[in-house]
């Protein structure tokens, strides 16, 4: 959509025009529009004084043609984003007629140096750093933007089951990634705290059933998670059954469960039906819910008191 009215079209027009009317702008537009740049690296790769960058920088603005922010000391430049569609439309017609310029070459070759100089610095940063890049990282930005990363990566149209979902602290995490979150529970008390805890999320639905007769239609699911559950119940063989039945072919699901332990007084203290699970063990019975699976140990984390933890994954053939 045009950006002036009728009236004020000629004058921007004509301005538009006067912009692009002189070779050290189109110089500069050629750059701005591919790097954000400061006027000290603007003048070193298009080598004029200060004085002319300066000038030729305050038109181009002044024009709508460059957005500028200010970092520490220096104001950095680029093109503008909003530009009017009719300005675009210019520009593109004088960048394909300029783009063979000796100028316009050079001026490329000298900001490419200029890139690998960035480039270098951190480089060195990070070669200083590596030893203690992990914690530093951690101290200045926390931890959970990794694992939003990692859930970013989920389709977002999928419908994934929670079974065992307890507080739903997990389905209130894969909310804002997925289409449908569903969490089953055996205990009331659990399902409401879920509910408390995923009461603003209108993809979460929570359901009460027993995970050896999960409360879903068979193949309803793209995908199935079972986190600490296995270890609680009697017959795990039939929990993986009833997640296999709700997948969808080709659909997956994810299992963490104890390692196989032998502190029969945690166990006992923690309610639970078995002390942990052999990988091979663990892998065996996703097979024996026809599901492809692997598993491996999980790396402990360096607070957790609790005995290691195995990662499961199993697919439904398609």
């Known amino acids: 959509m045009n950006t002036f009215p009728a009236a004020a079209r000629p004058a921007a027009l004509l301005g538009w025009m006067d912009g692009l009317a002189d070779p050290t702008r189109l110089r500069l537009l050629h750059l701005l529009e591919r790097q954000e740049l400061g006027v000290v690296e603007l003048c070193e790769v298009l080598r004029l004084p200060q004085s002319t960058a300066s000038r030729h920088l305050k038109v181009l603005s002044d024009q709508g043609w460059l957005t500028s922010r200010r970092q520490a000391t220096a104001n950095l430049y680029r093109m503008a984003e909003g530009l009017d569609p009719s300005a675009r439309r210019l520009w593109r017609l ?23 100089d960035r480039r270098g610095v951190a480089e060195s940063f990070f070669a200083g750093a590596a030893g203690e890049w992990d914690r530093i990282r951690a101290e200045l930005y926390g931890t959970a933007f990794g694992h939003a990363a990692l859930l970013s990566l989920l389709p977002p149209a ?49 359901r009460r059933g027993a995970l050896e007769s999960v409360p879903l239609e068979s193949e309803s699911c793209d995908a199935a998670l079972l986190v600490l559950v296995l270890a609680w119940v009697p017959e795990p063989s039939a929990v993986l059954a009833e997640a296999a039945r709700i997948l969808r072919p080709g659909g997956r699901l994810a299992v963490v469960d104890l390692a196989r332990h032998d502190d029969e007084g945690f166990r006992s203290r923690m309610g639970q039906a078995s002390a942990g699970f052999e990988p091979e063990r663990l892998r065996a019975l996703l097979e024996a819910a026809a599901l492809a699976a692997t598993c491996q140990p999980l790396p402990p984390e360096p607070a957790a008191k609790g005995p290691a933890l195995l990662l499961a994954r199993g697919e439904k053939p398609r």
Do not use: F, Y
């Open 94 to 116: 004088a960048r394909a007629e300029s783009e063979g310029w000796g100028a316009v070459r050079q001026d490329r070759v000298r900001l490419e140096r200029r890139l690998r």
């Open 158 to 206: 999928w419908v994934v089951a929670d079974l065992g979902c307890g507080t739903g602290s997990l389905a209130a995490e894969l909310a804002p990634h997925v289409g449908r979150v569903i969490g089953v529970d055996q205990s009331a008390a659990m399902l409401k705290a879920a509910a408390r805890r995923t009461g603003g999320l209108g993809n979460v639905e929570l």
